[in-house]
C-alpha cells in the first residue's frame, strides 16, 4: 500500500497497523533521555553560573545560533536526513553536557553553539518525523487529520514533558544533599524587584552555588541519559523518505523557502503568536527559576517545583490530545493564554517571601497545565495550516521561537522583570489578537471552498 504525504509517496506494508504510533514511541523516548539532562540544566543555569551572567549569555548563544540552524535546517535534513540529524544532534547534547563540569566563556559557549547550530534540524525534524506518520496513519486509518495530529503530539510532548520530572528530581535530590544558605540578599530584590546587576551593585540577588563534587555527581547522572537517547535512536528509529521538495533543495532553496514562507499571510500573521509560546518558556526557565524559587528558597528546591510543572505539564499534554477532538484547538488556545496571562499579572505585582512555598507550587503547577496545550496544539496547527510546506513552516516556526528566546535572554542582562513581565505580555495579547484573526480568515476560505 502507498500514502501519499506532500508530494513524496510513502511505501507501507499492507496489514501492518500501529507502525506510526510505534514509530512516535522510539522518537519520544530518545527526547525522553536527552531532555532530562537538558531541560535540567537549563533550568540551573541562571542560578548555577551567575558569574558575569554566564549561564544566561550561554542560552542567548544557543537559542542565536538555532536562529540559523532553523533557517537552513531543510537543506540540512536533506544531506543528513532525519536519523542522522538526530544522532549529531544527541551528540552536541553530551558535549554540552560535559562543558558544564568546568563551566567558562571558553567551554560553556563553544558547546552551546555547536548545541544551537544542529537544534534547528532537531527540532525539525521533530516535527516532520512526527507529521509524516500522522497523516500516513490519518489516511491509512481515514481518521480525522487534526485529531490524529493531536493524538500523535500528544504522545511525544507526554514523554517530553516526563522530562521536567525525572530531570528536576534528580537535580533536586542530588543538590538537596548539600546544606546552602538561602541567598545573600534580602528578599526585597526577589520576585518582580530582580534586577541585573548595577553599577552600584544593588538591586540583584544573588544565588550560593553547590559544591563541585555535588555538581559533578548530578552531570553524571546526566551523561547517562544523554548516551542512552544516543543508543535508543541508533538502534530503534526508522528513517522516513524525504518529500521531494527536501530531495530537490539546496543551500538556497533552503534559505529561500524559510524567508519566502514568511510572505505567506497566514505564517507572518502567527509570529507573534509563535513568539509568546517561546517567551512565556523563557520566563519559566530563568526568571521564575531565579528571582521566584532559588532566591527565596534556595537551588535545590527549583528541581522540586520544576517537577510539578512537568507533572503537570505532562498530564495536560495526554489529556489535551485526547479531548482536542472535542473541544477543537480555539478552546485549547485560549485556556492557555488565559493561563498565561493570569501568572504573568500575578508575577508582576509579588514580591515572594519564604512562608509561600505552597504559592509557587501552585503557580508552577497552573504554569504546566497550560503548558501542555501550548505544546500539543502549536505543532498540530503548524501541521493542519501548512500541508502544503511542512518543511518550510515548521523551520519558520523554530526560527521564530529561537529569535524569540534569544531576544528575551539578551534583554534579560539589561531590564528587571518587571520590565520583562511587559514585555511578555504585550506580545501574548498582540499574538492573541492576530490568532484570532487568522482562524477567522481560515474558516472563511474553507467555507468558501466548500460552497
Same mark, same amino acid.
Given at each position: ?14 496489514? %501492518? ?14 527526547? #525522553? ?38 533557517? *537552513?535546517?531543510?537543506? /540540512? ?23 558544564? #563540569? ?11 553553539? @555547536? ?21 500516513? +496513519? ?25 522530562? &521536567? ?7 533536586? @535530590? ?24 548595577? +553599577? ?5 540577588s544573588t544565588i550560593?552555588?553547590?559544591?563541585? +563534587?555535588?555538581?559533578? *555527581?548530578?552531570?553524571?547522572? =546526566? ?24 530531495? &530537490? ?11 519566502s514562507a514568511i ?6 500573521? @502567527? ?59 480555539? #478552546? ?6 488565559? /493561563? ?5 499579572? /500575578?508575577?508582576?505585582?509579588? %514580591? ?8 509557587? =507550587? ?21 501541521? *493542519?495550516? #501548512? ?24 534583554? +534579560? ?27 477567522i480568515s481560515v ?9
Amino acid at each position: 500500500m502507498k500514502i501519499l504525504f506532500g508530494c513524496k509517496t510513502i511505501e507501507r506494508e499492507a496489514g %501492518v497497523t500501529g507502525r506510526e504510533t510505534w514509530n512516535v514511541v522510539i522518537i519520544s523516548l530518545s527526547f #525522553f533521555s536527552v531532555f532530562t539532562a537538558y531541560l535540567a540544566l537549563q533550568n540551573l543555569q541562571s542560578s548555577l553560573n551567575q558569574e558575569k551572567g554566564l549561564g544566561i549569555t550561554s542560552l542567548s548563544c544557543l537559542y542565536a545560533f538555532i536562529i540559523l540552524s532553523a533557517i *537552513l535546517a531543510p537543506w /540540512i535534513i536533506k544531506v543528513l536526513g532525519i536519523k542522522i540529524s538526530l544522532l549529531i544532534s544527541w551528540v552536541s547534547h553530551i558535549l554540552y553536557t560535559c562543558s558544564n #563540569f568546568y563551566p567558562t566563556f571558553a567551554t560553556l559557549l563553544p558547546t552551546s553553539i @555547536l548545541l544551537g547550530l544542529i537544534s534547528g534540524p532537531m527540532w525539525t525534524s521533530q516535527s516532520v518525523f512526527i507529521s509524516t506518520n500522522a497523516y500516513s +496513519s490519518a489516511e491509512m486509518n481515514k481518521a480525522d487529520t487534526h485529531a490524529t495530529l493531536s493524538r500523535l503530539n500528544g504522545i511525544f510532548f507526554t514523554f517530553y514533558e516526563l522530562t &521536567q520530572i525525572t530531570g528536576n528530581l534528580v537535580s533536586s @535530590l542530588v543538590l538537596n544533599k548539600d546544606d546552602y544558605n538561602m541567598t545573600s540578599v534580602t528578599t526585597t530584590t526577589c520576585g518582580c524587584n530582580d534586577c541585573p546587576v548595577t +553599577s552600584s551593585g544593588n538591586g540583584t540577588s544573588t544565588i550560593e552555588e553547590p559544591e563541585a +563534587s555535588t555538581v559533578y *555527581l548530578m552531570l553524571i547522572i =546526566f551523561l547517562v541519559f544523554d548516551v542512552m537517547g544516543f543508543l535508543c535512536t541508533a538502534a530503534f528509529l526508522p528513517s522516513i523518505p524525504k518529500s521531494e521538495w527536501a530531495e &530537490q533543495s539546496n543551500v538556497k532553496d533552503s534559505m529561500v523557502a524559510c524567508f519566502s514562507a514568511i510572505r505567506n499571510p497566514k505564517l507572518l500573521f @502567527l509570529l507573534p503568536f509563535i513568539s509568546i509560546m517561546a517567551m512565556e518558556q523563557a520566563v519559566l526557565w530563568t526568571d521564575f527559576t531565579k528571582s521566584y524559587i532559588s532566591c527565596v528558597f534556595g537551588i535545590q528546591m527549583v528541581g522540586f517545583v520544576m517537577a510539578s510543572y512537568g507533572c503537570a505539564t505532562t498530564i495536560s499534554a495526554l489529556v489535551t490530545s485526547r479531548i482536542a477532538k472535542y473541544t477543537g484547538r480555539y #478552546f485549547l488556545f485560549g485556556t492557555a493564554a488565559s /493561563i498565561n496571562m493570569a501568572i504573568f499579572i /500575578i508575577l508582576y505585582i509579588w %514580591v515572594p517571601t519564604p512562608d509561600q512555598q505552597v504559592l509557587v =507550587f501552585i503557580l508552577a503547577v497552573t504554569w504546566g497545565l497550560g503548558e501542555g496545550m501550548w505544546q500539543t496544539q502549536s505543532n498540530a496547527l503548524v501541521a *493542519l495550516l #501548512f500541508p502544503e510546506m511542512t518543511e518550510a513552516a515548521f523551520a519558520n516556526y523554530h526560527c521564530t521561537k529561537a529569535a524569540s528566546f534569544t531576544v528575551y535572554f539578551v534583554i +534579560s542582562l539589561y531590564v528587571c522583570v518587571k520590565v520583562k513581565l511587559i514585555v511578555v505580555i504585550v506580545v501574548l495579547v498582540l499574538g492573541s489578537i492576530l490568532y484570532v484573526g487568522v482562524e477567522i480568515s481560515v474558516r472563511r476560505n474553507n467555507n468558501a471552498l466548500k460552497k
